[in-house]
């Protein structure tokens, strides 16, 4: 054998015993991953019941923990987030529940990615499919069931890139029917004066409380510019309230709305919250950069998922509105997407 041939051996079977390596240390990773988060199977010798947990006032959720749960809709009780956690057989990118609905927004990753949206119902049971345009970004529900709103990536995958453009949908949960795109269906008035943009986006609904609401709101941009809109379902109107405002969420007694805000940077925002009454705004004091659709636990508190650095999970943190707040801190690991549900589901 000649040299170069000796050569070339050695090289290959230095790789194999890397590659032989890899392999062996990312097993164990994950075995001691798995040893650290219950599965479904333990959770389930353990007692806890999903059902049991959709009985009583929960928290909807997305798992992020490792393991066979990963992507799963997860539940935990109201009043003991830190407990033990229930799943579901059902993978999402982004999850919203009520007590009587549900919604699940999924990305098949096969050799072709699909995209799709599932309504559900109040206990996690899908009942009907909605037709989406592409990545799964924000799901919200209105608090008595009856509209579902959808915001998918059409193009692009994030609100800090330039190129990105959204389809919003709502739908009637009870009949199906859609209201068809909104930047295509809806009259968007900006600054008192009506928009006909070719670069109009809109995304992140939140609606108002009450039974068969009318008013909700979300954001518009264009022009590299966002702002703060509040729509009209039945005129088929959104008009804008204020500029500079993403991804809005309204308080459950509608006199609040948090949202992030730009802070300098196309790809840096800060949560603040606004009183639609006064009209004061002030930041919150969580200080970071978070691209999330809050979600209020509570008149005085918010929940929004954070990604863990360098990782595929994420936590959901809590935050204080009142200007006298302390720190933000995780409220649930390794979860995203979560929905405070304030009744049992049915």
């Not at 051996?9 to 990312?26: C, D, G, K, N």
């Not at 890139?161 to 009870?174: G, M, Y």
């Not at 949560?271 to 636990?297: F, I, K, M």
Request: proline letters at 7%; glycine letters at 8%.
């Amino acid at each position: 054998m000649s040299l170069r041939s000796r050569v070339f051996v050695l090289v290959l079977v230095v790789l194999l015993a890397a590659a032989l390596t890899l392999v062996f240390v990312v097993r164990a990773v994950r075995d001691e991953q798995r040893r650290l988060v219950p599965t479904v199977a333990t959770v389930r010798d353990r007692g806890l019941d999903l059902g049991a947990v959709l009985d009583v006032p929960h928290i909807v959720f997305r798992s992020t923990a490792p393991g066979p749960t990963y992507g799963l809709i997860g539940a935990v009780p109201l009043d003991r987030p830190d407990g033990r956690r229930s799943v579901s057989t059902i993978s999402c990118d982004r999850v919203y529940a009520t007590p009587t609905s549900g919604i699940c927004l999924a990305a098949d990753r096969g050799a072709v990615t699909t995209y799709s949206a599932d309504l559900l119902t109040g206990r996690l049971i899908v009942t009907a499919p909605i037709p989406i345009g592409g990545i799964p970004s924000r799901a919200r529900l209105s608090a008595d069931g009856t509209w579902a709103a959808t915001t998918a990536f059409v193009s692009g995958h994030g609100y800090g890139t330039i190129d990105f453009s959204t389809e919003t949908v709502i739908v009637e949960r009870a009949t199906g029917q859609r209201l068809g795109n909104l930047e295509k269906t809806f009259s968007t008035f900006i600054d008192g004066r009506r928009s006909t943009a070719a670069d109009l986006n809109i995304w992140g609904v939140t609606f108002a409380p009450g039974p068969r609401p009318n008013r909700f709101y979300a954001t518009v941009a264009t022009g590299g510019r966002t702002w703060l809109a509040r729509g009209d379902l039945a005129a088929r109107t959104l008009t804008s309230v204020r500029a500079d405002g993403e991804c809005p969420s309204l308080s459950p007694d509608g006199r609040r709305l948090v949202y992030k805000k730009r802070a300098g940077s196309s790809i840096t925002w800060r949560y603040h919250v606004l009183d639609l009454t006064t009209g004061v705004e002030r930041p919150l004091v969580e200080t970071r950069s978070v691209d999330d659709q809050a979600e209020w636990l509570d008149d005085n508190h918010v929940l929004y998922g954070v990604p863990r650095p360098e990782a595929a999970q994420s936590d959901v943190w809590v935050a204080d509105v009142r200007p006298s707040a302390g720190r933000p801190r995780v409220f649930l690991p390794a979860a995203s997407s979560p929905a405070v549900v304030r009744g049992p589901a049915r």
